[in-house]
């Protein structure tokens, strides 16, 4: 059985963290960008990424984010992977040295294809629902088929993404990751025990299909 891996995005305090790592989350989101409701300090960070036990990846989020802060997000947090949600360019990722996440958000006149192969140098590439000038966690899904075929077991799938329609998203795509926020919450930034659990199960199900 070829297992997806899940991440679980805009975690903003150690119980949340917990809960998701216990329910079988792979990697854990925090958002550094100051305009989400998910957003979350850099000492806060350290310290629920201190009190979590080993082989979970923390991932640091921020959207067009100046150099130096990027630098003081590596010097604070143990991150493992960057994630780049604005418009910064293949270079401006590659800069920091550090493997990093690069999310693209399906606009209507999106070559696809074209950026997967710009971006070639990410370690994964996340793709997100569109919405004029909101650049993630809208709750919103995107057409699924539009994802080129040849790319599909190799993304990371986000946007809208919930337990009750996580299945019909891994049956479509069957995506290397899946990226969850707002789809496990009670409201923004604060998580849902039951909704986590939920979402890990139905992943699992759906893997065994």
């Excluded at 305009?35 to 000492?43: A, E, I, N, P």
């Excluded at 992977?81 to 990093?100: A, N, V, W």
């Excluded at 891994?170 to 979402?199: N, Q, T, W």
Aim: proline share 6%; net charge negative; glycine share 10%.
């Amino acid at each position: 059985m070829v297992r997806t891996r899940i991440k679980i995005c805009g975690i903003t305090s150690y119980e949340d963290a917990i809960t998701a790592v216990s329910a079988g989350a792979d990697a854990l989101g925090f958002v550094f960008w100051e305009g989400s409701k998910r957003f979350v300090g850099l000492q806060q960070a350290y310290e629920i990424c201190m009190r979590l036990p080993p082989f979970v990846s923390f991932v640091g989020l921020t959207v067009n984010a100046e150099t130096r802060f990027v630098e003081e997000i590596l010097d604070t947090v143990p991150i493992d992977f960057l994630q780049f949600h604005g418009d910064e360019t293949p270079e401006q990722c590659q800069q920091f040295k550090k493997p990093f996440l690069k999310a693209i958000r399906m606009r209507p006149d999106l070559d696809i294809e074209q950026e997967i192969v710009r971006y070639s140098q990410a370690n994964g590439i996340l793709l997100d629902a569109y919405r004029k000038g909101v650049p993630g966690g809208t709750g919103e899904v995107f057409d699924w088929e539009r994802i080129p075929p040849a790319y599909r077991n190799s993304i990371i799938l986000a946007g809208g993404l919930t337990e009750n329609n996580i299945g019909a998203a891994i049956d479509c795509v069957r995506p290397y990751a899946v990226d969850v926020s707002g789809g496990v919450e009670l409201s923004p930034g604060v998580k849902s025990p039951g909704k986590i659990e939920g979402f890990t199960s139905a992943v699992t199900a759906a893997d065994r299909n």
